[in-house]
């Protein structure tokens, strides 16, 4: 059964992703390309040449960023090559894949609609 919350949150997801594609020229693909341009924003150094490791921090740290909205996590400190280093404040709950990807979602919109300014 598809509820009305539901219904909202893949309508402000299609429209986070449409409004994407025409501010960068290309669409992301899915959740995990989206997460990894929140992690270029936040670690602030540009799109530059990343390694596969570096790449999965990204993502990681763009997981960290969007899940602090919640509480889930803190900043903890910038180390000296200026990436970000986060500390989980509370437990996640436990989810299904499913469950997981739908509560990023909500706060990767939450991060584009709250850090970034974006209507949705």
């Keep these: 059964m598809v509820y009305k919350k539901d219904l909202v949150l893949q309508q402000k997801w299609v429209k986070l992703l449409s409004s994407l594609g025409d501010s960068l020229?290309?669409?992301p693909k899915d959740l995990n390309n989206l997460l990894y341009?929140?992690?270029?924003q936040e670690?602030?150094?540009?799109i530059l040449d990343f390694s596969k490791d570096e790449k999965q921090d990204l993502i990681h740290i763009?997981?960290?960023k969007v899940?602090?909205?919640?509480?889930?996590y803190e900043l903890e400190?910038?180390?000296e090559e200026g990436w970000p280093h986060w500390k989980?404040?509370?437990k996640l709950p436990r989810l299904d894949i499913a469950e997981q990807e739908q509560l990023l979602k909500i706060y990767v919109i939450e991060y584009f609609e709250k850090e970034l300014?974006?209507?949705l």
């Design 25 to 27: 020229g290309k669409k």
């Design 37 to 40: 341009l929140i992690g270029i």
């Design 43 to 46: 670690l602030g150094k540009g």
């Design 62 to 64: 763009a997981i960290c």
């Design 67 to 72: 899940l602090s909205l919640a509480d889930f």
């Design 77 to 79: 400190g910038i180390d």
């Design 88 to 90: 989980p404040t509370s």
């Design 117 to 119: 300014n974006v209507i």
